[in-house]
């Protein structure tokens, strides 16, 4: 916290140090065995082409042969079959609910290559799938070059997930998927107002634009190029849709204040580079912390995922009350435990082990777990933003 800004990056998904990081960030082994069912349960409803499905995953699902280990049914091995599990209120878009799968996977370390260490379930092969299914969607040339269909939404979710996997293997194919991605969000942004909305070139909204700036910040952290002056657009945006009062941010520029929007707005500025004590950064989380997880439910995961980031970053007291709540022997009341607890055990459908409830998601089932399993990824997931004992740091001004 002392002045010092990091770009952030995947070295902290693997080994030792996500060891390291998940002890030191208040992770623990329920919470990973937590990650540990969630992958599981995703990796169970991929589709033999390789997608995943928002709302039809359910018509996927992947059993065993008779007396083979649950794990002899990964793809593309299994019977297919359809199993009882609720898909909640999700809509039809496959590309975004393969980029929501293949997100928790990657935060965990895994890629579309082997892993080099010794993992619990080797989920490799399912990823390339999922990975060569997105790169055969994606527009190759003309005006739309780089779209991977599905709207901005799953534009920037595919866009995230594809950075990631280039950043975690230098794999040149992935590079120039993610490039095409990161370039065709460039041109899509309203050139007037700095933002993203749902079709190019429009006057954005602080959540779709929160995505589309997670993923040029992915592709910068994976070495890709971004342009200064995109970035820069960004910050007006965010001028525009903060209150007067500072702190609190606005759906559109203008518009009154949310949590929600709030978070993402935070977190938006926190990749832009603001200063840990710079005071609009924290009267904002100051409202975050009047809206603590013990006070949610899985109608405000959205709002969890975003808010979770924001502390993480800030670390210190913030986020260990965030993490852990107001009583940090307990835990209780702080986002670890609570999404611990929220995490559907298979009581009432069997199928539905380790995944978490999605209707007030619009990603339904599929988005909720994601969205879950990310949060609880939280520890190691992207490096700290504001650290001291980086090597490579920038002050900020």
């Known amino acids: ?155 920037g979710l595919a866009t995230i997930a594809m950075c990631e996997a280039y950043g975690l293997t230098s794999d040149p194919r992935l590079k120039v998927s993610a490039q095409m991605a990161v370039d065709y969000i460039v041109r899509a942004q309203d050139p007037a107002g700095g933002g993203w909305r749902y079709s190019p070139r429009t006057p954005g909204d602080t959540s779709v634009t929160g995505w589309q700036l997670m993923a040029l910040k992915s592709g910068q952290m994976a070495g890709l190029t971004v342009p200064k002056a995109t970035l820069k657009k960004v910050e007006r945006y965010l001028d525009g849709c903060e209150t007067s009062n500072k702190g609190g941010y606005g759906y559109l520029p203008g518009g009154g204040e949310t949590f929600p929007m709030t978070a993402v707005g935070l977190l938006c500025r926190q990749y832009l580079g603001v200063n840990p004590r710079n005071p609009s950064l924290l009267a904002g989380v100051e409202r975050l912390k009047k809206n603590p997880p013990s006070k949610t439910s899985n109608a405000n995961l959205y709002y969890e995922y975003y808010a979770t980031q924001v502390m993480h970053h800030m670390g210190g007291e913030n986020w260990d009350l965030w993490n852990l709540g107001p009583d940090k022997d307990s835990g209780k009341g702080g986002i670890r435990d609570v999404l611990i607890a929220r995490q559907d055990k298979g009581t009432t459908r069997a199928a539905q082990a380790g995944s978490w409830e999605g209707h007030a998601h619009v990603g339904g089932r599929l988005g909720a777990t994601s969205l879950s399993l990310l949060t609880l990824e939280v520890y190691y997931r992207h490096l700290p933003l504001y650290r001291r004992d980086t090597g490579v740091t920038k002050e900020i001004k």
């Not at 919470?31 to 995953?57: I, M």
């Not at 018509?59 to 593309?76: F, T």
């Not at 892993?115 to 399912?126: F, I």
């Open 1 to 155: 916290m002392g002045g010092m800004y990091n770009l952030g990056g995947f070295n902290g998904r693997s080994g030792a140090t996500r060891e390291k990081l998940l002890q030191e960030g208040g992770g623990n082994k329920l919470s990973e065995k937590c990650v540990a069912d969630g992958l599981l349960w995703l990796a169970l409803h991929q589709a033999q082409d390789g997608h995943w499905s928002l709302n039809g995953f359910n018509r996927h699902a992947r059993k065993p042969k008779e007396g083979e280990k649950v794990e002899m049914a990964l793809w593309p091995r299994g019977r297919i079959t359809t199993d009882n599990c609720d898909v909640g209120g999700a809509q039809s878009n496959d590309v975004a609910g393969t980029a929501f799968a293949l997100l928790p996977f990657l935060a965990a370390g895994q890629t579309h290559k082997p892993p080099k260490e010794k993992v619990q379930v080797d989920y490799s092969k399912g990823i390339a799938a999922g990975m060569n299914y997105l790169i055969a969607k994606q527009v190759k040339s003309g005006p739309e070059r780089g779209e991977y269909g599905g709207g901005m939404y799953a534009q």
